[in-house]
């Protein structure tokens, strides 16, 4: 029986790159229906795409599980651009039907306003030193390639996921400075702007919380923690998170199937794991807190 939502806001699936989780996000828009889908930013990777990456058939069927939204249920879907997929400057805005493509995005319900943008305007690492992006966007991935091998070995002993990149991020300083002082600023600019909210992505830590009295929202990601907010229709947000939508026996298959062929290999002979099983664990849980949001606008 699927679940019906006001709105769902997705962002960083990474299409085209093969942390990307777009079998799962497949699975969880079947399990879902909604009035509008947001799609905020970085859903195709079109830095990787120009180095290494591939597009693959799961990838596009992401796009047909999105238009069958449109035509079935005739879900208005918004495409707001992110800094991975920047080649959508060319053309925005675009509309075609249901299909509006966009930098950002004014949303409004009830009494409530919410800013919505991907959140690398922000990124002044992003924006005025290009390459070091690039260098850093290096560095994320060979810790998610890590981190499917990771995992690979903690299942095989009965463990449950474990997200490398996170565990990082929680315990050096200076990531954990970066992702505070990049949600104080979107709330500063939420405030400049007379809203009342803000929602984003980028960061890839979904949130649901107050700043200041700014309600700060991120969508998350679907490369590790496969995450959404989704707004009820009494306007109450919420993340939520696949593995607990009736999905999450698919996420082993999914990481499985990534791993090189190589590696499938050594995983498959007898290893000293303790340094993995050593590892806390992660258990994430979502964010309840009632606020409101509805009618669209686009941003002037």
């Known amino acids: 029986m699927k679940t019906h939502y006001k709105t769902l806001i997705i962002s960083d699936l990474h299409l085209g790159t093969s942390g990307s989780k777009a079998k799962e996000l497949g699975r969880f828009l079947k399990l879902h229906t909604c009035e509008t889908l947001i799609l905020n930013g970085d859903?195709?990777?079109?830095?990787?795409?120009?180095?290494?990456?591939?597009?693959?058939r799961k990838h596009t069927r992401f796009f047909t599980r999105m238009l069958k939204m449109i035509e079935q249920d005739n879900t208005k879907v918004f495409y707001l651009r992110g800094n991975h997929d920047d080649f959508l400057d060319q053309i925005l805005p675009l509309q075609i039907g249901n299909l509006h493509i966009q930098k950002d995005l004014l949303y409004e319900?009830?009494?409530?306003?919410?800013w919505i943008t991907h959140g690398d305007i922000f990124d002044?690492?992003?924006?005025?030193?290009?390459?070091?992006?690039?260098?850093?966007?290096?560095?994320?991935?060979?810790?998610?390639?890590?981190?499917?091998?990771?995992?690979?070995?903690?299942?095989?002993?009965?463990?449950?996921?474990?997200?490398?990149?996170?565990?990082?991020?929680?315990?050096?300083?200076?990531?954990?400075?970066?992702?505070?002082?990049?949600?104080?600023?979107?709330?500063?600019?939420?405030?400049?702007?007379?809203?009342?909210?803000?929602?984003?992505?980028?960061?890839?830590?979904?949130?649901?919380?107050?700043?200041?009295?700014?309600?700060?929202?991120?969508?998350?990601?679907?490369?590790?923690?496969?995450?959404?907010?989704?707004?009820?229709?009494?306007?109450?947000?919420?993340?939520?998170?696949?593995?607990?939508?009736?999905?999450?026996k698919a996420v082993p298959e999914q990481e499985t199937e990534t791993?090189?062929?190589?590696?499938?290999?050594?995983?498959?002979?007898?290893?000293?794991?303790?340094?993995?099983?050593?590892?806390?664990?992660?258990?994430f849980s979502a964010f309840l807190s009632p606020h409101a949001s509805d009618p669209r606008k686009d941003t002037p």
Not at 43 to 56: A, E, N, P
Not at 168 to 188: G, H, M, P, T
Not at 189 to 217: P, S, T, V, W
């Open 124 to 248: 002044s690492v992003t924006s005025q030193f290009r390459w070091i992006a690039y260098l850093g966007d290096q560095g994320y991935t060979f810790l998610l390639w890590l981190n499917k091998w990771l995992n690979y070995h903690r299942r095989r002993r009965g463990l449950p996921y474990f997200s490398l990149s996170q565990y990082v991020k929680a315990r050096v300083k200076s990531a954990v400075s970066y992702i505070d002082d990049f949600e104080q600023e979107l709330a500063k600019m939420a405030r400049a702007k007379g809203c009342d909210g803000i929602i984003c992505g980028h960061i890839h830590k979904a949130e649901n919380r107050m700043i200041d009295g700014i309600h700060y929202l991120n969508s998350g990601d679907w490369v590790e923690t496969m995450s959404a907010l989704a707004e009820d229709e009494a306007g109450n947000w919420q993340v939520i998170y696949y593995h607990e939508a009736g999905g999450q």
């Open 109 to 114: 319900s009830a009494d409530k306003k919410y």
């Open 259 to 283: 791993l090189p062929e190589q590696e499938q290999e050594a995983a498959s002979k007898p290893a000293d794991t303790a340094w993995a099983a050593g590892l806390k664990t992660v258990a």
């Open 43 to 56: 859903i195709i990777d079109g830095w990787q795409l120009k180095k290494s990456g591939k597009w693959r």
